[in-house]
């Protein structure tokens, strides 16, 4: 199936590891133009060499902070400067600490307000009005499979989440006609550097080996395994492609079956 991605330019957060940039790979490997942004600068001008060096795309990586709007607005401004547009937006973030209401502060639920909501609303806030003007555009969020089925201990994701499906869902409608698809991706238990690591805590945390906390999670998925990212970025590009064009205010997941909910 040709996806009709060559030579359109996709801006993708968040993406010098795991989710995110499995997510560029696949949409460089159809043909896409990138930018793509990250914290550290070292960490993802390397993931932006390699991408273009195994697919012979452009990709420009702006080191950034997606829970500042200022950095948000640079990036975009970047991409404009170099490509003169961005056709696809692909948000995403770190994700915010686990913990239950009583372990919250204030000042930790606004940080996770800024790094899961409001990125997604000023990286939006950048790119629609061009996407308006040409009358084609894709957005993506990459949320979790917690919008679905609220994971427990994970109630700054499960809030803020909801928040971003509850925007997506809106936006879609006000820009449909407009050629423009606004749509959420789920990722369940996927192998990234993150899971390693929130297993690696629960490890320590309960006293057991990280195979042990691995194995856990893998009890819980019908498929009996973790995720792989690319297995995650597949979906993602073809909902960001031409032939998904009738696909808009959706929320699929890629977890494995872990949803045990009807739709
Ligand atoms: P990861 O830690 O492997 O990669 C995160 C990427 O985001 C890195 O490139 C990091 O540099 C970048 N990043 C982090 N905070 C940033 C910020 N403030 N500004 C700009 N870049 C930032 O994580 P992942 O597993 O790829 O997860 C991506 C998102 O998906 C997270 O929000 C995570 O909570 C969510 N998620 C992941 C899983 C999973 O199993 N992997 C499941 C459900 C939800």
Redesign the pocket.
């Known amino acids: 199936m040709d996806l009709g991605l060559k030579g359109k330019v996709a801006l993708v957060?968040?993406?010098?590891?795991?989710?995110?940039?499995a997510v560029a790979e696949e949409l460089a490997a159809e043909g896409a133009a990138l930018i793509l942004?990250?914290?550290?600068d070292e960490?993802l001008q390397a993931t932006c060499a390699a991408i273009s060096a195994a697919t012979g795309v452009p990709v420009l990586g702006i080191a950034?902070?997606?829970?500042e709007p200022a950095d948000v607005a640079r990036v975009v401004q970047a991409a404009q400067g170099r490509f003169g547009r961005i056709d696809i937006l692909v948000t995403?973030?770190?994700?915010?600490p686990a913990g239950t209401f009583d372990a919250l502060s204030a000042e930790q639920w606004h940080a996770a307000t800024q790094?899961?909501l409001t990125?997604v609303v000023e990286l939006t806030r950048a790119v629609l009005p061009g996407m308006k003007a040409r009358g084609w555009g894709r957005i993506l969020n990459?949320?979790?499979?917690?919008v679905k089925q609220p994971v427990e201990n994970l109630m700054l994701?499960n809030s803020l989440r909801a928040a971003v499906t509850g925007m997506a869902r809106t936006l879609a409608t006000e820009v449909a006609a407009e050629g423009i698809t606004v749509n959420n991706i789920l990722?369940?238990?996927?192998r990234?550097?993150?899971?390693v690591s929130l297993a690696d805590a629960t490890a320590a945390k309960e006293g057991i080996s990280a195979a042990d906390a691995t194995a856990r999670w893998e009890s819980q998925i019908p498929m009996r395994r973790?995720?792989e990212?690319r297995e995650f970025a597949a979906l993602a590009a073809f909902l960001c492609s031409e032939r998904a064009s009738y696909i808009t205010g959706t929320s699929i997941p890629v977890d494995g079956g872990w949803i045990r909910g009807l739709l």
Do not use: D, M, Q
Not at 142 to 146: G, L, R
């Open positions: 957060a968040a993406a010098s590891k795991g989710l995110g940039r942004c990250a914290r550290h960490a950034a902070n997606v829970a995403n973030a770190g994700g915010p790094l899961l990125s990459i949320t979790s499979i917690s994701s990722p369940g238990y996927t990234t550097e993150r899971v973790l995720g990212p």
